[in-house]
């Protein structure tokens, strides 16, 4: 079928679907509905928003199974890792969404001096964009698309979905789930297609896109949204950096390692792509990687297994083309990058150097290169060595000098003695810095993200006119002079007023009573001193 997208699983070949591509034409129209909806939907207090979101969980519960089952067999993870990874998040988000949603898009008042807005209340309130596109990509195809879209969905918005290609049939479960809520019709569509219908979608002029993939696809995606212009928040790759210090548990480190590199076959954009090791233990801890790699389990056995496989061929060849770039370099392996399918066994590399691609580049594969540093200085010099920052993790048992390197790392998350579960804290806001992207979503941070903030001033001045409106008086600059000396100006508040008395007190008949009596109490006080 030339208009539909053939899915093939990655684990045995099998034919999975063929799933309808959207009509480049329609997607304007579907846009132009989906703000149709959106304004209904937003007309909802945040309380109401959550109430009709709240079955979510219960409907993700009843098909938990069925859910891991089809992430089986269309990315290739295992079944436990499709559990932890895409289901577990999924919940924990809603949860903390239906708890906090509410209070986070309060209306919140905001601090205002009497001295510069006299009679006047300030506050700021949340509204949300209007039509969110959300651009899904393979890895994490349930987690990466349902946390965003429930974001913003609680924040307002429509959503329009752009998943990958590759995993139609978990798009398919996700929209079969928001079909079970009482939502507003076209609240919530999904485009299918490829860049056609990508670039489509963005040119339909969507309020927001949120984009989630690689730095190539993020580039287009901005460049493409600049001509519109329309915001964009992108969540692009790492090359995370793991760091041991010589204090370190080695065993849990060791343990930690070999896990944030082959979670779900490398494929994760906070995977540990760099290991740096105290050089004191550096040997040591290289044997107890070595000899802990031959534990994993890879595919899907009988009794399962801890490892599942890469659900790209083409993210393989890239893999590939790193490795045989170290070994020309003078890098050494655990053993050779090759495939049988979709199924690669997991590869350490060891004397490897920045110089190299592996230590540059996003791997986005089950390929762990571990390298010795010197000092505290050096390993946060190596760390920082890259144009990506997206997430990073230090081993030690000195906290305070964990927490010291912590602070110097130019990332947009990290953790001590633990890794990639920080990024599931789901109060925690998550995103990178410098080429990993911009904007956070996750938190409260993150529902604000999907929002925008509007600010508001009530006057309650009872005068006709104000001191700043036409006509200014002869002595207008004079006044105002004087009155930035009393706000701003050296010296303590007496003699600020003391020195500027006649420019305060031609501006107090246009105070409010209570401003021209704090004024009056001050006067008192600085003539009795």
């Given at each position: 079928?030339?208009?539909?997208?053939?899915?093939?699983?990655?684990?045995?070949?099998?034919?999975?679907?063929?799933?309808p591509?959207?009509?480049?034409?329609?997607?304007?129209?579907?846009?132009?509905?989906?703000?149709?909806?959106?304004?209904?939907?937003?007309?909802?207090?945040?309380?109401?928003?959550?109430?009709?979101?709240?079955?979510?969980?219960?409907?993700?519960?009843?098909?938990?199974?069925?859910?891991?089952?089809?992430?089986?067999?269309?990315?290739g993870?295992?079944?436990?890792?499709?559990?932890?990874?895409?289901?577990?998040?999924?919940l924990?988000?809603?949860?903390?969404?239906?708890?906090?949603?509410?209070?986070?898009?309060?209306?919140?008042?905001?601090?205002?001096?009497?001295?510069?807005?006299?009679?006047?209340?300030?506050?700021?309130?949340?509204?949300?964009?209007?039509?969110?596109?959300?651009?899904?990509?393979?890895?994490?195809?349930?987690?990466?698309?349902?946390?965003?879209?429930?974001t913003?969905?609680?924040?307002?918005?429509?959503?329009?979905?752009?998943p990958?290609?590759?995993?139609?049939?978990v798009?398919?479960?996700?929209?079969?789930?928001?079909?079970?809520?009482?939502?507003p019709?076209?609240?919530?569509?999904?485009?299918?297609?490829?860049?056609v219908?990508?670039?489509?979608?963005?040119?339909?002029?969507?309020?927001?896109v949120?984009?989630?993939?690689?730095?190539?696809?993020?580039?287009?995606?901005?460049?493409?949204?600049?001509?519109?212009?329309?915001?964009?928040?992108?969540?692009?790759?790492?090359?995370?950096?793991?760091?041991?210090?010589?204090?370190?548990d080695?065993?849990?480190?060791?343990?930690?390692?070999?896990?944030?590199?082959?979670?779900?076959?490398?494929?994760?954009?906070?995977?540990?792509?760099?290991?740096?090791?105290?050089?004191?233990?550096?040997?040591?801890?290289?044997?107890?990687?070595?000899?802990?790699l031959?534990?994993?389990?890879v595919?899907?056995?009988?009794?399962?297994?801890d490892?599942?496989?890469?659900?790209?061929?083409?993210?393989?060849?890239?893999?590939?083309?790193?490795?045989?770039d170290?070994l020309a370099?003078?890098?050494?392996?655990?053993?050779?990058?090759?495939?049988?399918?979709?199924?690669?066994?997991?590869?350490l590399?060891w004397?490897?150097?920045?110089?190299?691609?592996?230590?540059?580049?996003?791997?986005?594969?089950?390929?762990?290169?571990?390298?010795?540093?010197?000092?505290?200085?050096?390993?946060?010099?190596l760390?920082?060595?890259s144009y990506?920052?997206?997430?990073?993790?230090?081993?030690?048992?000195?906290?305070?000098?964990a927490?010291?390197?912590?602070?110097?790392?130019?990332?947009?998350?990290w953790?001590?003695?633990d890794?990639?579960?920080?990024?599931?804290?789901?109060?925690?806001?998550?995103?990178?810095?410098k080429?990993?992207?911009?904007?956070?979503?996750?938190?409260?941070?993150?529902?604000?993200?999907?929002?925008?903030?509007?600010?508001?001033l009530?006057?309650?001045?009872?005068?006709?006119?104000?001191?700043?409106?036409?006509?200014?008086?002869?002595?207008?600059y004079?006044?105002?002079?004087?009155?930035?000396?009393?706000c701003?100006?050296?010296?303590?508040?007496?003699?600020?007023?003391?020195?500027?008395?006649?420019?305060?007190?031609?501006?107090?008949?246009?105070?409010?009573?209570?401003?021209?009596?704090f004024f009056?109490?001050?006067?008192s006080?600085?003539?009795?001193r």
């Amino acid at each position: 079928m030339s208009d539909a997208i053939r899915v093939q699983s990655p684990v045995d070949g099998r034919w999975l679907g063929d799933y309808p591509v959207t009509d480049p034409s329609r997607i304007a129209d579907m846009v132009s509905e989906g703000r149709s909806a959106a304004r209904s939907w937003s007309a909802l207090t945040p309380e109401e928003r959550s109430r009709k979101l709240a079955p979510l969980k219960a409907a993700i519960m009843r098909r938990v199974d069925e859910l891991c089952d089809c992430l089986v067999e269309t990315c290739g993870k295992v079944k436990t890792e499709a559990l932890l990874s895409e289901i577990y998040p999924v919940l924990d988000m809603a949860a903390y969404y239906q708890q906090h949603a509410a209070s986070i898009l309060r209306e919140k008042p905001v601090a205002t001096s009497p001295l510069r807005f006299p009679a006047a209340t300030a506050s700021i309130c949340y509204r949300p964009y209007g039509v969110v596109a959300v651009i899904a990509p393979w890895n994490f195809p349930f987690q990466l698309s349902l946390i965003p879209m429930l974001t913003a969905l609680h924040a307002g918005n429509a959503v329009m979905l752009k998943p990958s290609e590759l995993c139609m049939p978990v798009t398919g479960q996700i929209m079969s789930l928001m079909a079970e809520l009482d939502l507003p019709e076209n609240l919530v569509q999904c485009v299918t297609g490829g860049p056609v219908q990508g670039e489509q979608l963005v040119d339909a002029g969507p309020d927001l896109v949120f984009f989630t993939g690689g730095l190539a696809g993020g580039r287009a995606v901005m460049a493409r949204a600049a001509q519109h212009p329309i915001p964009v928040m992108l969540e692009l790759g790492g090359k995370d950096a793991m760091i041991v210090l010589e204090d370190a548990d080695l065993e849990r480190a060791c343990r930690a390692a070999l896990y944030g590199a082959f979670c779900n076959s490398g494929q994760v954009c906070v995977s540990v792509e760099r290991l740096y090791v105290h050089h004191s233990i550096y040997q040591r801890f290289l044997a107890m990687l070595q000899q802990n790699l031959d534990t994993i389990r890879v595919g899907h056995g009988k009794d399962g297994g801890d490892m599942g496989i890469m659900t790209s061929l083409a993210q393989f060849a890239i893999l590939e083309s790193q490795y045989q770039d170290a070994l020309a370099q003078g890098a050494m392996a655990s053993g050779p990058m090759e495939r049988m399918g979709h199924k690669v066994s997991p590869v350490l590399l060891w004397h490897v150097n920045h110089d190299m691609r592996i230590m540059r580049e996003e791997s986005f594969g089950p390929v762990l290169p571990v390298m010795p540093f010197e000092s505290d200085a050096d390993a946060v010099r190596l760390a920082n060595d890259s144009y990506l920052g997206l997430n990073a993790s230090i081993w030690s048992r000195d906290e305070s000098r964990a927490l010291a390197i912590a602070h110097t790392l130019e990332t947009g998350n990290w953790a001590i003695n633990d890794v990639l579960k920080n990024v599931g804290h789901p109060a925690l806001p998550f995103g990178g810095v410098k080429q990993s992207g911009f904007g956070r979503y996750h938190g409260a941070e993150g529902l604000l993200a999907f929002s925008q903030s509007v600010s508001g001033l009530i006057s309650r001045n009872p005068c006709v006119t104000e001191p700043n409106w036409f006509p200014y008086p002869p002595d207008s600059y004079a006044v105002f002079r004087g009155f930035l000396d009393f706000c701003h100006g050296a010296s303590c508040l007496p003699i600020r007023l003391l020195r500027n008395f006649s420019a305060v007190r031609s501006l107090m008949a246009y105070a409010s009573f209570s401003y021209r009596q704090f004024f009056q109490n001050i006067s008192s006080w600085i003539r009795i001193r």
